[in-house]
C-alpha cells in the first residue's frame, strides 16, 4: 500500500506542505482572508472582473432564465444558444476563425494538445511551461523534448537534432511564474522554417498584453500566425473556463477528439453569460490595460531599486527571487502577519534553487497599496538577509 503518511511528512520535513486559506470576501485587492483583512497581492484577477456589478447583473440574469447548471456536457444536452455565442465572440476577439471552450485552461490544454497529437509527433516545449502543457504531451503520447527557457538557439539545435515528421512547439505566452514573455515571433519564424505547428498558451496575455488585449500574438503584431491558440477566462476575465481559437478545421476536429471537451459538462450558462459580459469589458478596456502595465513596470522599478532580485518587463506577475525554500516560506509569512497576502511558491511549481514571492498586481491596486507592500517587503527582505 502506499504510506501517505509518510510521503506527507516527508514533504512537510522539505517546508513543501501547502495550505489553503480561506476566503470570505469577494475577490479584489483587499479581501477578508481567514477573519483578517488583507492586501491580495497574488490574484490572477488583473482586470478586478470577478467581483465586477456588470458580471454579476449577467450572471444573475442567466441564474433566472437558464439556471445554475448545464445538465450534460455539450454534445448530449449541456449546449445552450450561449456557449455558441461565446465561441463566436471569442473567435473574433482572438482574430481567429473559430473557438471551442473547455470546463478551464487546464481541460483546453490537455484537450488540445492530447487531442491533436500522438505517439508519431515530436513536442518541443519550453522548460518554464504550465504544468497543464506537459500533461497533455504525456497523455497524447507523444515524445516530449524540452527546450531551455525562452532560448531560440537551443530549440533550434533541438528542433535539427529530433524533428523527424509531425512536430509541434509549445510554449506559454506569458510564464505564469516568472511574468516573462515568450519571443512568440521568433517561435513563428522557427515553426515556420521546419514546418511545425504552433501552440501559444496565452492564460495570463489574454485581457492583458497587446492594446485590444488580445494577448501576445498582438504584443508581437501577429494575427493569426499561430495554430493553437489557448486561452482562459479564469484570469483577467475574472470567471472560469478555458478555450481554444483557430482554423475552423482544427476546432471541429477537437470538437471530435478532444477528450476534455467530450465527456465533461459544460460550463454553467450563468458562467458563460458573465464572459461574454467580461469579454465586452475586455474589449474596449484600454484604459485598464495601460493603468495595468504602468503599475506593472513601477513596481518592477521600485523593487529592483531597493535592490531586490527582480526581473525588469511589462507583466503584472511580478517574481521576487528568493532561492530558499524556507526563506521563502518565512518572508511570505512575516508579510501575512503584517496583512499581505504573498505566497511563496517552492518547487515542484518552479525549479529547485529558485523559490520566490510571487507578486501578481490588478489594475485597480493603488499606489499607496504598492507603496506599502514595498515598505514591507524592504523591512522584512533586509531582516531574512534577502537585501543588504
Ligand atoms: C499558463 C497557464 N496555463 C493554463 C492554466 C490553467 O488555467 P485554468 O486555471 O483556467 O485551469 C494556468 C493557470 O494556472 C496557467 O497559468
Same mark, same amino acid.
Given at each position: ?13 522539505? =517546508?513543501?506542505?501547502?495550505e489553503?486559506?480561506n476566503?470570505?470576501?469577494?475577490? &479584489? ?27 454579476? /447583473? ?8 437558464? =439556471?445554475?447548471?448545464?445538465? =450534460?456536457s455539450?454534445?448530449?444536452? &449541456? ?9 463566436e ?15 478551464? =485552461? ?20 519550453? /522548460? ?9 504531451i ?11 527557457h ?43 522554417k ?46 472560469? &473556463? ?24 459544460a ?48 507583466? $503584472? ?10 526563506t ?29 514571492? /510571487?507578486?501578481?498586481?490588478m ?15 524592504? /523591512? ?7 537585501? $543588504?
Amino acid at each position: 500500500m502506499f504510506d501517505f503518511e509518510a510521503a506527507l511528512k516527508d514533504i512537510k520535513n522539505k =517546508g513543501l506542505n501547502r495550505e489553503l486559506r480561506n476566503l470570505e470576501t469577494a475577490q &479584489g485587492p483587499y479581501s477578508v482572508i481567514d477573519g483578517r483583512r488583507m492586501l491580495m497581492m497574488s490574484s490572477n484577477n488583473y482586470l478586478g472582473l470577478c467581483n465586477d456589478i456588470r458580471l454579476k /447583473r449577467a450572471a444573475i440574469e442567466s441564474i433566472r432564465k437558464f =439556471g445554475v447548471g448545464a445538465g =450534460g456536457s455539450r454534445l448530449t444536452c &449541456g449546449n445552450f444558444t450561449l456557449h455558441r455565442e461565446l465561441e463566436e465572440r471569442l473567435a473574433g476577439f482572438k482574430q481567429a476563425e473559430s473557438s471551442i471552450i473547455f470546463g478551464s =485552461g487546464y481541460a483546453a490544454n490537455i484537450g488540445a494538445i492530447s487531442g491533436i497529437a500522438d505517439k508519431s509527433c515530436v513536442i518541443f516545449c519550453d /522548460r518554464l511551461n504550465h504544468a497543464s502543457i506537459v500533461d497533455g504531451i504525456r497523455l497524447s503520447g507523444a515524445k516530449l523534448v524540452v527546450y531551455k527557457h525562452c532560448d531560440m538557439d537551443d530549440l533550434e539545435n533541438k528542433i535539427i537534432r529530433y524533428h523527424t515528421g509531425r512536430g509541434l512547439i509549445a510554449t506559454d505566452g506569458v510564464f505564469s511564474m516568472d511574468g516573462d514573455i515568450a519571443p512568440v515571433d521568433r517561435i513563428v519564424k522557427l515553426a515556420k522554417k521546419f514546418n511545425l505547428m504552433t501552440m501559444v498558451d496565452d492564460a495570463h496575455a489574454t485581457g492583458v498584453l497587446g492594446e485590444n488585449g488580445r494577448g501576445t500574438l498582438e504584443y508581437f503584431g501577429l494575427k493569426d500566425d499561430v495554430d493553437i491558440n489557448v486561452g482562459t477566462l479564469s484570469k483577467a476575465f475574472g470567471v472560469e &473556463g478555458g478555450f481554444v481559437a483557430g482554423k475552423r478545421k482544427l476546432i471541429d476536429f477537437l470538437r471530435h477528439r478532444a477528450k476534455s471537451f467530450i465527456y465533461s459538462t459544460a460550463l454553467a450558462p450563468h458562467n458563460i453569460a458573465a464572459a461574454v459580459e467580461a469579454l465586452n469589458i475586455i474589449e474596449t478596456g484600454q484604459q485598464a490595460r495601460k493603468e495595468l502595465a504602468e503599475k506593472s513596470i513601477w513596481l518592477r522599478s521600485k523593487l529592483i531599486k531597493r535592490c531586490f532580485d527582480v526581473p525588469r518587463g511589462v507583466t $503584472p506577475i511580478i517574481p521576487l527571487m528568493v532561492g530558499n525554500v524556507d526563506t521563502a516560506l518565512k518572508f511570505s509569512m512575516l508579510l501575512y502577519n503584517e496583512g499581505i497576502y504573498i505566497p511563496a511558491i517552492r518547487p515542484p511549481t518552479v525549479p529547485k534553487g529558485t523559490s520566490r514571492l /510571487r507578486i501578481s498586481l490588478m489594475a485597480s491596486h493603488s499606489y499607496d497599496d504598492m507603496e506599502f507592500a514595498v515598505e514591507n517587503l524592504v /523591512r522584512f527582505g533586509r531582516k531574512l538577509g534577502v537585501i $543588504p
